[in-house]
Nanobody, 121 residues
Framework: QVQLVESGGGLVQAGGSLRLSCAAS????????MGWFRQTPGKEREFVAV????????SNPDSVKGRFTISRDNAKNTVYLQMNSLKPEDTAVYYC??????????????WGQGTQVTVSS
């Protein structure tokens, strides 16, 4: 089991910045990849960022590339999402994700409860 607790959401003006945090517990944090997703009402959950177990590798979709940065501190069991140059279309509930390997080619996704980010124009 992995427990994830997000924090850092809120209301910000367009062009501003926010940093989300996600604290993990329950398993060895450095053994699994971590990611961030977001979701707006009526839409599917959208991938935002992923970081490898060591933190050496990250990836973002084009929609946030150059504006959002994912990082992790394995000593603190925490993953971060630094969001800069925010746009109204970034408004969503942001979810932390832990992908834990369960066997060859298999994994299980754990999710946090989500944190609301609202960007005003």
């Amino acid at each position: 089991q992995v427990q994830l607790v997000e924090s850092g959401g809120g209301l910000v003006q367009a062009g501003g910045s926010l940093r989300l945090s996600c604290a993990a517990s329950g398993r060895t944090f450095s053994n699994y990849d971590m990611g961030w997703f977001r979701q707006t009402p009526g839409k599917e959950r959208e991938f935002v960022a992923v970081i490898s177990r060591s933190g050496a590798s990250t990836s973002n979709p084009d929609s946030v590339k150059g504006r959002f940065t994912i990082s992790r501190d394995n000593a603190k069991n925490t993953v971060y999402l630094q969001m800069n140059s925010l746009k109204p279309e970034d408004t969503a509930v942001y979810y932390c994700n832990a992908r834990v390997a369960t066997g060859p080619g298999a994994s299980y996704d754990y999710w946090g409860q989500g944190t609301q980010v609202t960007v005003s124009s």
